[in-house]
Nanobody
Framework: QVQLVESGGGLVQAGGSLRLSCVASGRTSSTSVMGWFRRAQGKEREFVGTITLDGGSTLYADSVKGRFTISRDNAKNMLSLQMNSLKPEDTAVYYC??????????????????WGQGTQVTVSS
């Protein structure tokens, strides 16, 4: 059982930057991967990116690669998402997730058992 709390969402103009954070508590040692997913209004939840907690290997969606960067601080049980060059299409509720997905399932939200409440990111044009 892991509890996740996101923070850092807000309103930003297109081209701007925002940094999201996720703090984990509970049985954090039971998870091997943490990541970010997002859900825009009227759309399905989609994969953003993940990072392995041991080696720091990252995986990103094509839509954010080169603009977003995931990092982690294992000592602080914290996950971060640095978002640069934001676009209106990035507007969504962003969720932090943690779990033990199979290697080929890292992009699937269904592979993660632990989720945060989400934080709203709005990018204006």
């Amino acid at each position: 059982q892991v509890q996740l709390v996101e923070s850092g969402g807000g309103l930003v103009q297109a081209g701007g930057s925002l940094r999201l954070s996720c703090v984990a508590s509970g049985r954090t040692s039971s998870t091997s991967v943490m990541g970010w997913f997002r859900r825009a209004q009227g759309k399905e939840r989609e994969f953003v990116g993940t990072i392995t907690l041991d080696g720091g290997s990252t995986l990103y969606a094509d839509s954010v690669k080169g603009r977003f960067t995931i990092s982690r601080d294992n000592a602080k049980n914290m996950l971060s998402l640095q978002m640069n060059s934001l676009k209106p299409e990035d507007t969504a509720v962003y969720y932090c997730a943690a779990g033990n997905p199979r290697p080929l399932s890292r992009r699937l939200g269904s592979a993660y058992a632990n989720w945060g409440q989400g934080t709203q990111v709005t990018v204006s044009s």
